[in-house]
Every structure is written in C-alpha cells, then in structure tokens.
C-alpha cells in the first residue's frame, strides 16, 4: 500500500492554515477510502509555534523556517530508516518550502520512485507580494520558484489567474504541470450553518491583512461615508477563529480593494454568512465571484479610490440593497467549486 505523507503547514489562528492542520486529513482520508486503490495517509508536522504571524504576513517568516527545517529533517530520517519506498507519494500543502527540493534530491539519489505534488499560494512572481516587496534582488527567489515547480510531478493552483499570473511570471518550460483545482476547503460549508440567525447585520468587513497590496486605507477613507455602519478591519483585532466568524455573521457587505489576490477566501467566507462581496473587476474575483465586482480603476491607488468616493459609495449602498440572501445564495454555490478539493484528491490520488 503506498503512502501519502503530507507536509502540513504551520497553524495561525487568524488564518486558514489552523483549519487545514484539523481539517485537511479527515478530508483526504474521506478521498482514500473513496479511491479505487488503497493509501496510507501520514502527516509530517514541523515544531511547536506561536501561531503569531510576521506584521502583514500570510506567516512567521522565521518561524516558517524552523517549522519546514524540521519537517524536512523528520522526513529525512524516515527515508534513512527505510520507510519511504517506491510508489509513494508527497503533497506538500505549501511549495515554497526547501524540502521539495531537499526530496527531489534523495529521490533521485537514492532511486526511490517518489512522486511530488505542491500547492502554490504566493510567491514573488507576483508583484504585489510580500516577497516581490521586500526581495531587492528577485534573481535567486524566481530560480527558486522555477526549481520547485520543475522538481514538482504536479503543481497545484486554486485558479486560472493564479496558475496564468505564475506561469507568464516565471517562464516554465513544462506548463502541463499545472493544474487549477480549487482549493480543499469545504469544510466551509458546515461552519456557518444557523449563525446568522438572531444576528444583527450592521458591519462592513475588511477581512484582509493590514499589508499594502490589500490597500486598507481606501477603506479608511470610505468608513466616515457610510456612518449607517459599523466597519471592522479584523486583522487590526487578535481575534480568535470563533471571534472573527462572529465578525462575519455580523457583517452585511465584505469589502476588498486588493491588488493582490488569487482566490478570495475572506469574500467567500462573507457569502456563506450572507454579506454582499464588494470587490473590484481584476485578479481572481472575476473568476470566483463573476458579475459582482466594481470597475477595477475606482482602486487602482488611494487616490483613484478618493476621485471614485461617491461611485463607490453608491456602489456598496446598491449592492447592500439589491441583493436577496437568494440570489446570495447562488453567488456562493457558485464560487464554491473552487473551496473543494474534489479535483485536488483525485490528482494527488491519481
């Protein structure tokens, strides 16, 4: 029987990672027992953490560091002891992680028959990540970004956006490698079933990091025109998970102008609680969340977002009024295909 060993990635409170850690194994064992062959599941965890994030960070930069190093050392020991053998198979949960490097290596070098899967989240492919801010000399992290995804039997994307935005970023010889999948997170759906009743709906959300690419000082300049509404901006609260899904079941609208996003996880988690998605017409939303958005130039910066203030304004107010939790309904089911990992199980089980 071959096994999956899954390199986890380290669990942060106030992002989705901590669900991932509880909910992602029950979910591919749910696939496994489904599949037509047989698999163990293993997971490969690195230490204990604070679960703290670096300030506008998705993680702890160093602590990510530490938690991966000892991944990559547990692993390292089993394939010493003999316990990794031809036929299995590694998904690694996030792909910039040195050990799908460190793993190509003692495959290849041991002729162990081990196939890699990885997950994209970020990277500094694209401009408006932390790592394209703060890496001056991009030369060795797009390397880095080409060797993974070359060293990868299959690279996985949440969306075509994202898989496009990679693949014109950094020029990979191989693009069948890529495979949009959605993301495995319909756990979801379970979470916020009957929280909305009895709740008053009088918040505005800013669910995103408090970071430049997710631009919360357009935010800032709206709240003082929608006095009829209470805004919150989460990530300035260290709010625990239940805290901030009781943020949700308040919130009427979730409002974005990112300049950075490839899936849209906070809006989607604001349609399960039957807020209004107030995002603009670029990256990811047109996908996910098609017909819904604002014109993209309204928040191209701070100030396009204070010459468009009545538009959107008047925006949000429509929005808010003209949508039924019906047809708000529908908006989720829809975005829902890409919160399920029913494409993902059946690559990585393959």
Known sequence: MPTLWLFDIEPHEQRYT???????????????????????????????????TTPGAFLNFAESTTYKAAQIAKFSAIVQAGGVTDGDRLLFTDAWHLG???????????????????????????????????????????????????AADRNYFATSFHR???????????????????????????FFQGRR?????????????????????????LEPMLPEYRVCFAQEKSLTKQQYHEELARSVAVFSANQQETLGIGVYEGLLNGAVPIVPHRLSYPE????????????????????NAANLIDFIHRQISDYTAHSLAGRAQ???KFFNGSELYASVLR
């Open 18 to 52: 901590s669900e991932w850690q509880k909910h992602l194994p029950p979910q591919l064992r749910k696939a496994m027992s489904a599949s037509a062959s047989s698999w163990d599941l293993q997971i490969i965890s690195g230490i204990q953490t604070t679960g703290n």
């Open 100 to 150: 799908v490097i460190q793993c190509r290596y003692m495959a290849d070098l041991l002729d162990i028959d081990l196939s890699i899967d990885v997950m994209w989240h970020a990277g500094s492919y694209d401009p408006w990540d932390i790592l394209a801010r703060k890496i001056t000399d991009q030369t060795w992290s797009r390397a880095f970004e080409v060797a993974v995804y070359c």
């Open 164 to 190: 496009d935005m990679f693949l014109d970023a950094v020029g990979a010889a191989e693009p069948q490698k890529a495979q949009i999948v959605g993301w495995p997170m319909e756990y979801l759906g379970s």
């Open 197 to 221: 009743e009895g709740t008053t709906k009088d918040t505005i959300l800013f669910p995103h990091r408090i970071s430049p690419e997710k631009q919360p000082e357009i935010m800032q300049l």
């Open 288 to 307: 996910v969340y098609p017909t819904l958005g604002y014109p993209s130039d309204w928040t191209t910066s701070l100030a396009a977002a204070g010459a």
């Open 334 to 336: 829809w975005a829902s």
